[in-house]
């Protein structure tokens, strides 16, 4: 989708302590403030550029456009803590496998000028609302643009979850854990646990269990429009729910985890050059031997 609307105002998310990232960092801000227009930093693009820090929502809420500077991790985190508005995010590849992220360093001014120019795309990519919940009490509540994982801890064995679909019983899953993952997060954590390889653009939602005690519990794929609920029944040791690998509680039996699609999804500015399938061969060695 060709996007034409003006920029005026540009937020910068920086991957900490990483000096290519400083160096890319004070290049665009340059970039930008040679056009006019205003730059908004979170305090390690800060830093960089010489400019006051904001917190990384505010910036979000007051951006047109975020530069994400770091790798997918970085990317990640943008991605939740834009909260609700979708300002399209353009990244700039600084780590070491970069699914997300469209431009290398060495390409990023001209990324960008190509983009303040209104010549670039956009993809949107489903987020999950994930909300954890003991009895009244709230425990965790965010967005998730990978996956929402609910596995044990170090020390414990094994967890037992029920999942439920709508309210309807689903599975009850015993094993190390269970993933519940965005097209975006495919490539992720699910993959490595035999989860299926989805498409971005797709709307569904893949359930991979993690080392099942039942070789009948294979990977679901669900419709978008499902309310999922997970329950901990028992756990022999503490069980772990983490959002995108970033952020995590502690559950006890009887803690119940709704995820749901109906967050609005990140926008992300895509490479007209590259195909849906460019980042899968690359990362993934398609078509080698």
Known sequence: MARSAA????????KPGSEPARQVARELCACLQAKGLRVLADPEAARSCDLPAQPRAELAEKSDLLLVLGGDGTLLAAAREAGERAAPILGVNLGALGFLAEINPDEAVSALERVLAGDFETQARMRLRVHAQRDDETLLSSLALNDAVLTRSDLSRMIDIEALSD???????????????????????????????????????????????ALSQRPLVLPDDVALELVVHRSEGAALLTVDGQLGVNLSPGDRVRVSADAPPAVFVIAHARTRFHALRAKLGWGQR
């Open 167 to 213: 309210g309807a019983p689903i599975s009850r899953y015993h094993g190390d854990g269970l993933i519940v993952a965005t097209p975006t997060g495919s490539t992720a954590y699910t993959l490595s646990a035999g989860g299926p390889l989805l498409l971005p653009g797709a709307r569904v939602i893949a359930l991979t269990p993690i080392c099942p005690h």
């Open 7 to 14: 920029i005026a105002t540009v937020g910068l998310f920086q």
